[in-house]
């Protein structure tokens, strides 16, 4: 195929400005409530505001901490402001990073590193939650750290009755997430910490999700159990700032209780014929305009304006709850304490993923979760606004479904079904991956999950065998 060529000559800013906005009008409408996933966005006045921040430091670079004194200043005030914020000691430090995900992948690395270090362990294996967040599934591959799970209790929490014992010399790190991602849970992390503690392990708390909003909802009288660095056993916590910080894409924190152990997160090559080089974390080059716009809005929200935010926040996550309970087949999955929540069907006969398909027919954008089947709901300030509407949308495409249970067999709801419940799950995987490599194929390919994914007659048999088996049992 013909690649792409760069224009002969230069366009003009403005034409191309205005392709770009063009280029943005299949996209989710986020602007108005309708996303429930992936953004955070509370009006156009905060976008601006956030945009001149970034602007100012777009091409600082944060590589060098010594070079730009003003990024290591925001840094700094970044991460103390966290550490405040979580409780932290005297000694917590920390650096900021470009996403939760490079956070959790820190954390990994950092305590691989200090066991091998500290005691030679050379098979290492960390011990987390099955619903800790996929960046640490990734870490454990990208790293060779073994991830041994700890299963999901009835209600959806963390079972930690075998966590003691799974424990062994090769153990690196354990792991709890406030809350975690697929159904809001917060784990048990006091008595997570107090076996940590017992058995001389670092405890990692993925708060990446968490962070800038529980603490406002405890301000706000809500009780929550203790997660942050009260916990005597925790030594390690991640933060995002561009989730419920309300911060530009590109912003995370990971914390650590003291230097020592962050110092094994650091990177020192002292031959590279470039210079001698060290690095705090994974990223080369570091966006500067992240780290002013974190700055600025964290500045800018304040105490009050976060607690303001948090408030909304569970208003909406309220509504969602008593919409979902009062829907006759509608089931919570567990009980998230949080600012986000799942979904799945009580009732054999309404299949949640065809309601999933009704609701985005309505013009709402949902992800599905698996394991029970579910829709989840990540519940931002804005949602508020649209919240009653949701759940009256909620159930009109419940009532669309119990009148057509077909549904569940056609569109995008087949596809889904297919793939949580084909029991040979490398088959899965390997279909997940071509279709994910097809939209890289030279020249982008294409995504189209009702049409390449479409089931099997094979996979739809299988799938619709352990969906009935399950329903026997
Ligand atoms: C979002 C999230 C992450 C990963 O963060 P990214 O910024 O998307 O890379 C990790 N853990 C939890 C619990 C999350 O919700």
């Known amino acids: ?58 091409s600082a670079n944060g590589l ?56 030679r362990v050379k098979t290492p294996n960390m011990i987390i939650p099955a619903t800790a967040h996929v960046a640490w599934f990734k870490a454990a591959g990208y790293f060779g750290v073994k991830a041994r799970l700890l299963p999901m209790t009835k209600d959806f929490g963390t079972d930690i009755k075998k966590l ?16 975690e991602y697929p159904h809001g849970t917060i784990d048990p992390i006091a008595e997570m910490g107090q076996i940590a503690s017992e058995k001389g392990v670092p405890m990692h708390v993925d708060a990446c999700v968490g962070a800038f909003i529980l603490p406002f909802m405890e301000m706000n009288g809500i009780p929550l159990p203790e997660w942050d660095f009260r916990v005597p056993g925790v030594t390690s916590i991640s933060a995002d700032l561009h989730k419920y910080g309300y911060t530009a894409k590109g912003a995370s924190t990971i914390l650590y209780r003291d230097l020592d152990t962050l110092k094994h997160q650091m990177f020192v090559y002292q031959d590279w014929p470039g210079g001698v080089f060290a690095s705090p974390a994974l990223l080369g080059t570091r966006p500067g305009g992240a780290y002013a716009a974190a700055w600025a809005v964290l500045q800018k929200m304040g105490i009050d304006g ?62 599905r979760v698996q394991n029970p089947d579910g829709i989840h709901a990540m519940v931002t300030a804005k949602h508020n606004e649209v919240a009653e509407t949701y759940v009256n949308d909620l159930k009109t495409a419940v009532a669309s479904v119990r009148s057509n249970p077909d549904l ?24 997940v991956l071509d279709i994910f490599a097809e939209m890289y194929r030279a020249g982008g390919g294409h995504l189209d999950l009702d049409d390449s994914a479409k089931p099997s007659l094979l996979e739809r048999g299988m799938a619709r065998y352990v969906r009935w088996k399950s329903r026997r049992s």
């Not at 905060?46 to 100012?56: G, K, L, N, V």
């Open 64 to 119: 060098n901490p010594a070079a730009f004194k003003s990024l290591k200043r925001m840094e700094t005030e970044i991460i103390s402001t966290v550490a405040g914020l979580l409780n932290g000691g005297p000694d917590t430090c920390g650096v900021v990073t470009a996403g939760g995900t490079e956070s959790c992948l820190m954390a990994v690395k950092t305590y691989r590193d200090m066991a091998r270090a500290k005691r």
């Open 164 to 179: 003691k014992s799974m424990i062994n010399r090769n153990t690196v790190m354990i792991l709890g997430s406030a809350p």
């Open 306 to 367: 976060y607690r303001e935010l948090a408030a909304q926040t569970t208003a909406a996550v309220e509504t969602l709850k008593a919409g979902i309970n009062d829907t006759d087949g509608l089931r919570l999955l567990g009980n998230p304490q949080g600012p986000l929540l799942s979904y799945g069907s009580s009732d054999p006969k309404l299949n949640i993923f065809a309601v999933a398909d009704q609701l985005e027919a309505q013009g709402w954008n949902v992800n």
């Open 408 to 431: 569940a067999n056609s569109g995008s709801a087949a596809t889904y079904g297919m793939m949580a419940h084909v029991p040979l799950r490398g088959m899965v995987k390997t279909r």
């Open 1 to 58: 195929m013909d690649h792409m060529r760069l224009p002969e000559q230069g366009r003009p800013e403005d034409e191309i400005l205005d392709d770009l906005k063009q280029f943005s009008e299949d996209d989710p409408d986020y602007k108005h409530g309708r996303v429930w996933s992936l953004v955070y966005h509370l009006d156009q006045a905060h976008e601006d505001f956030t945009a001149a921040a970034y602007q100012q430091y777009s």
